[in-house]
C-alpha cells in the first residue's frame, strides 16, 4: 500500500445515501485499507413512505453480493416494470414508460420505425403491445427476466418498490459488519485547513473531535461540507423543473400490489403511489406559484386508494445541483448533491452513480485535480440527462387547462433537449449513447406517449414487404401474449419467493 493511501473516510448523514456509500466503499476496499466512520443525528427521521427505483439497481444489488429474496423481504418490497402516466400527454390519456425493450430489432433497425411505417401504412395496434413489461404490468404478472437473449423473457427488465428507512437498514446492516464505525452525534463545527481549504476534522456536540481525509457529504438540502462550509454553489433548475414543494403519507394498501409507479397529473403537479407489501407510498408534487399548500394537501388525500396512515409531511426542495459534485476532499451525495424531482425514479439511482464513480477515481491524499474535475463532468452529465428526460413530460403535453401547463408547456428548454426533440420529430431517432441512464426505449416511450409524432421512420426499415412485417409482429404479440400468460401472479411470485414478515 501506498503510504499516501486515505487513512480514514468519513460519511456525514446516513439514510440511503449514507449507507449506501458506506455499504459500497467498505465492499470495495479491503478490510483495514482505512477506517471508515459515518456520523447521523438520532434526531433526523427519513419519510419513509415507499421508494421507487430503476433497474440499474440490480446491478449493485448482485455487486454487493445482496440475496434479492432476502432483500425484498427486509424493505417490504415490490417489484416495478415501469411506470403508468395518467393525464400527461392530455386529460384522460395514460401510457406507460416500461423498463427492458419493445419487439424485437428486424434487419438491424430498431423496433418502433418498423412499428411506425406499419402504423402509417394501414391500422395497427398499440406499440406497448409489443412491451412484454407492459403487457405483463397489464396482467398483474411476473417473473425474473431470463439471461439468454433468445429466450422472450430476456425483454423486460425490473426494479422495485421498497421502505426507504427500511433499504437503510438493510445497507447499514451489512456496513457495520465490513467494519464502519456508526456514531450517533450532531456537528456543531467543521475545520478547514487554512492554507488548503480542506475540510481537516468535525467538532461533534459531545465536545469529541473527528480528523479524516475524505469526507461524504450525505447532509441532505443543507450540505453541511459541499455548501455550507466549502461554499460550492448550486445550479437552479427551476426554470425548467418549477415544482418546489412535496406532500407525502403513507396509507393502507388495498388489493394485491401492482407492478408499477402510478404518476398521475394534477392542475399544478402530480401524484405519485407507490405500492408496498404492506402499505402504499403516496406523494403529491407541485408548484406553489401555481397552488397553495393546503389545496395540494387536499389533492393528495382525495385520491389515496386507502385511510392515510400518518399526517401528511412536506417538503421543499429547489431542483438543481451542486456546480461540483466533489470539491476538495469532499464528495456530495444524494440531496446534498443535487435534487431531481423523483417522476422518473431517479433518486436512488444518482447516489448509486455517484459513489461507484467516485470508486472509480478512487483517491489518495494527493487528491488529484485532474481526477476530480473528471468525476465531476460525468456527474454533471449523468445529472443532466436525467434532468432533460423529466423536463420532456411537462414541455411535451397538449394541456391547456390550467396556467400552470400553459406555462410548461410553452417554456423554453434546454438546447440539449430541444435538439432530441427536433431528431425526433423528423425521423423517430433517438440519439444518446450506450451508457446514458435513459436508453432510447425509454425516451421512444415519453415522447411517443405523451404525443410528439414523428415525420417519418427509418428509411431502412422499407426494405421488409408490408405484408410480410405484418405477420411478424402479429406473431410477436402472440408469443409475448403466451409468455405472460405462463408467468405467475405478482402476489403468487411474491408469496412464494420473498414474502415480508408482519411490521411490529
Not at 23 to 32: A, C, E, H, Q
Not at 148 to 164: G, I, K, W
Not at 298 to 304: A, G, S, T, Y
Not at 411 to 418: C, E, R, V, Y
Request: with cysteine.
Amino acid at each position: 500500500m501506498s503510504d499516501n493511501r486515505l487513512r480514514r473516510i468519513v460519511i456525514i448523514g446516513g439514510g440511503t445515501a449514507g449507507w449506501m456509500a458506506a455499504t459500497v466503499i467498505s465492499r470495495s476496499l479491503s478490510p483495514g485499507y482505512c477506517d471508515i466512520d459515518l456520523v447521523e443525528s438520532p434526531e433526523i427521521g427519513t419519510v419513509g413512505v415507499g421508494e421507487a427505483t430503476i433497474p440499474p439497481l440490480l446491478a449493485l444489488n448482485r455487486q454487493l453480493g445482496i440475496d434479492e429474496d432476502e432483500f425484498v423481504r427486509r424493505t417490504q418490497a415490490t417489484f416495478k416494470l415501469g411506470i403508468q402516466f395518467r393525464n400527461w400527454g392530455r386529460l384522460g390519456h395514460e401510457y406507460v414508460h416500461p423498463f427492458g425493450v419493445y419487439g424485437a430489432d428486424l434487419e438491424g433497425v430498431d423496433f418502433h420505425h418498423h412499428w411506425l411505417r406499419l402504423r402509417d401504412a394501414r391500422e395497427a395496434h398499440s406499440l406497448e403491445d409489443y412491451s412484454l413489461a407492459t403487457a405483463a404490468m397489464k396482467a398483474g404478472r411476473f417473473i425474473r427476466p431470463a439471461t439468454d437473449p433468445r429466450n422472450v423473457l430476456s425483454r423486460m427488465a425490473y426494479a422495485f418498490h421498497f421502505d426507504a428507512s427500511l433499504y437503510g437498514a438493510f445497507l447499514r446492516e451489512m456496513a457495520m459488519e465490513r467494519g464502519v464505525r456508526r456514531h450517533e452525534r450532531k456537528i456543531v463545527d467543521v475545520e478547514l485547513n487554512a492554507e488548503t481549504g480542506f475540510v481537516e476534522a468535525l467538532k461533534l456536540d459531545d465536545g469529541g473531535r473527528m480528523e479524516g481525509d475524505l469526507f461524504i457529504d450525505c447532509s441532505g438540502f443543507r450540505g453541511l461540507l459541499i455548501e455550507q462550509a466549502l461554499k460550492t454553489g448550486y445550479e437552479d433548475w427551476s426554470q425548467w423543473l418549477p415544482m418546489d414543494r412535496a406532500f407525502a403519507v403513507p396509507c393502507e394498501a388495498v388489493g394485491a400490489p401492482t407492478l408499477y409507479t402510478r404518476s398521475t397529473a394534477h392542475e399544478a403537479g402530480w401524484q405519485w403511489r407507490i405500492q408496498l407489501q404492506n402499505r402504499t407510498g403516496n406523494g403529491h408534487v407541485f408548484c406553489s406559484s401555481f397552488t397553495d399548500e393546503d389545496t395540494a394537501r387536499e389533492r393528495l388525500l382525495e385520491n389515496l386508494d386507502g385511510k392515510a396512515l400518518a399526517e401528511p409531511r412536506m417538503l421543499r426542495f429547489v431542483t438543481g445541483r451542486r456546480k461540483k459534485a466533489w470539491n476538495k476532499n469532499v464528495v456530495s451525495l444524494g440531496l446534498a448533491s443535487g435534487f431531481i424531482e423523483p417522476l422518473e425514479s431517479t433518486s436512488i439511482h444518482l447516489v448509486q452513480s455517484g459513489v461507484t464513480t467516485l470508486m472509480s477515481f478512487f483517491p489518495d491524499r494527493g487528491f488529484d485535480q485532474a481526477d476530480i474535475d473528471r468525476y465531476n463532468q460525468l456527474i454533471q452529465e449523468e445529472y443532466e440527462h436525467a434532468r432533460d428526460f423529466v423536463i420532456l413530460h411537462y414541455h411535451a403535453t397538449q394541456r391547456d387547462d390550467s396556467a400552470f401547463w400553459n406555462h410548461v408547456r410553452t417554456m423554453d428548454i434546454p438546447d440539449s433537449l430541444k435538439a432530441r426533440v427536433d431528431l425526433f420529430r423528423s425521423r423517430a431517432r433517438v440519439s444518446g449513447k450506450r451508457e446514458d441512464l435513459f436508453a432510447f426505449t425509454s425516451w421512444v416511450a415519453v415522447m411517443l406517449g405523451q404525443g410528439i409524432t414523428p415525420g417519418g421512420h427509418d428509411p431502412m426499415a422499407d426494405q421488409m414487404p408490408i405484408d410480410e412485417l405484418d405477420q411478424k409482429l402479429t406473431r410477436m404479440r402472440a408469443v409475448l401474449a403466451n409468455a405472460v400468460q405462463a408467468m405467475p401472479t405478482h402476489q403468487q411470485f411474491i408469496d412464494k419467493h420473498c414474502k415480508a414478515a408482519p411490521l411490529p
